[in-house]
């Protein structure tokens, strides 16, 4: 246990990012919470699955030995609110093991399935276990030259419980839904053939519950969010950087992992808390965040997150968390971190640098920007309902509507290009139209001096619509 094998494969499959920044972390948290606090489930412990055969009677005994010292050091560790440990019976036992092994192969067969693919049997033991986590296997005795062992030979199943949230156009509306799935997770990894001297039962049964238990911190704080409670998640996290020590670049490398997973979590927590409207969570979630890793790119964003929530009119902490990522930007070419800056530039009245952003963001593109516009669109256009209302953001609706879902070249195709350009532009005079909409309200409601040269350029941009829409019209 303590591979640096295993804990690379779970923390692999565990990744959690939010694409669309800082507007579609804020809109999902708004959009998502009435439906969440009227379905949410009562938080439940996370139950692992035990069921480990033996050779002999002797045997039977030290495998309950192992799954009291499994509570114990839960115990120990303040866990008990998130883990609990279920032990399958005698009786249903070898039924049981059979049949975990049968969903492992088909496990490995289909490469993480659908629940609803898996075998029956298997569901059926599922619904009444309800456990993320199966270990199952067998305790067996071997002999060597040397000294006589203990082995314990396991595999492992666990569920993963993975979010969907797809953006309809041109209405640009958002379904979110769950998938259940099972994964064969320590299949590539040595969590089996642990030795156990029969000498030392004791001390070695301590030491295994002690792996054991470390492990299923990992495989919970990564791979799910402990029975759907990402704070949960964070909490083990972070509980297990603090028990990490750091002996070699191997070590290293995998805390780097933990902290990076820490910071995906902590979106997830975020918006958990604040659909719950719980705001001292938040802030609990961004100490832990701000004391674990206060200098990285994607830490300073979802600090970004939280002071935005704590203080959305005047975001001044918000504000100083961007531009400091903004200093450190990732190299993968993500841009989103660009429209968190931008609009809270605005936020907080630097106008005219945050029209210089703007400017910056409609002369660049990246890979799955589309979604971040998307997501900010929403997250203006539901901020407009509250008061008092910032104008700026309908100056911003337009801005991203003109730039970034209307193509840049507006000119005419001819040929057979032509009947495809026709069928794109229908979604693209909506978006034209609804931007000069936004423009005209700006203008309108648009009363600070300082707002006056964003003024103008909704001035210049309604006449550069209304042009291209006459184009359309007359092809």
């Not at 005994?61 to 114990?72: D, E, F, R």
């Not at 629940?115 to 199952?136: E, I, K, N």
Request: glycine share 4%; net charge positive.
């Amino acid at each position: 246990m303590g591979d640096p094998v295993t804990a690379t494969a779970i923390i692999e499959a565990g990744k959690f990012a939010i694409p669309g920044g800082l507007p579609q972390i804020v809109d999902s948290a708004r959009r998502s919470g009435r439906r969440w606090r009227t379905l949410r489930e009562p938080k439940l412990r996370v139950p692992i699955c035990l069921a480990i055969q033996s050779e002999n009677a002797h045997d039977a005994g030290l495998i309950k030995s192992l799954t009291t010292k499994t509570s114990q050091y839960i115990s120990q560790q303040h866990l008990g609110a998130t883990i609990e440990v279920q032990s399958v019976s005698t009786d249903d036992l070898e039924n049981a093991v059979a049949l975990l092994k049968v969903a492992h192969k088909e496990c490995e067969r289909l490469r993480i399935p659908n629940l609803a693919s898996m075998p029956r049997d298997f569901q059926r033991l599922h619904t009444q276990r309800g456990a993320r986590v199966y270990f199952f296997g067998q305790l067996v005795r071997r002999t060597s030259p040397k000294d006589d062992l203990y082995v314990l030979e396991l595999q492992g199943i666990l569920e993963l419980r993975t979010y969907i949230t797809i953006l309809l156009r041109p209405k640009l509306g958002r379904i979110r839904s769950r998938r259940t799935r099972v994964d064969s997770v320590f299949s590539s990894a040595q969590v089996n053939f642990i030795k156990i001297p029969v000498t030392d039962e004791e001390s070695g049964m301590s030491q295994w519950s002690y792996a054991l238990v470390r492990l299923v911190q990992i495989v919970i704080a990564t791979c799910t969010q402990v029975q759907d409670d990402p704070i949960a998640a964070m909490d083990l996290l972070n509980q297990l950087i603090d028990q990490l020590v750091v002996n070699s670049t191997a070590d290293e490398e995998q805390r780097k992992r933990f902290l990076k997973l820490l910071i995906a979590k902590s979106s997830a927590a975020t918006q958990d808390a604040l659909s719950r409207g719980d705001r001292e969570a938040v802030r609990y979630i961004n100490n832990i965040v701000a004391q674990k890793c206060p200098d990285d790119h994607d830490a300073l964003v979802s600090m970004a997150y939280a002071a935005y929530y704590l203080e959305p009119r005047h975001p001044l902490r918000a504000l100083e968390y961007a531009k400091k990522a903004a200093k450190c930007v990732p190299g993968s070419g993500d841009g989103t971190w660009q429209y968190d800056l931008a609009f809270l530039l605005a936020q907080n009245g630097y106008f005219a640098k945050s029209l210089q952003q703007y400017d910056r963001i409609a002369a660049t593109s990246y890979k799955g920007e589309d979604s971040t516009v998307a997501s900010a669109i929403l997250f203006f256009l539901n901020e407009l309902h509250r008061l008092p209302v910032s104008v700026h953001m309908f100056f911003i609706i337009g801005f991203l509507e003109w730039k970034k879902l209307s193509p840049h070249d507006h000119s005419v195709p001819s040929g057979s290009d032509f009947v495809y350009w026709r069928r794109e532009a229908r979604g693209d005079v909506a978006s034209c139209r609804h931007a000069r909409k936004m423009f005209k309200h700006f203008i309108r409601v648009a009363r600070s001096p300082d707002l006056a040269p964003w003024v103008n350029r909704a001035k210049e941009y309604i006449h550069e619509i209304n042009k291209h829409l006459r184009t359309m019209d007359n092809s």
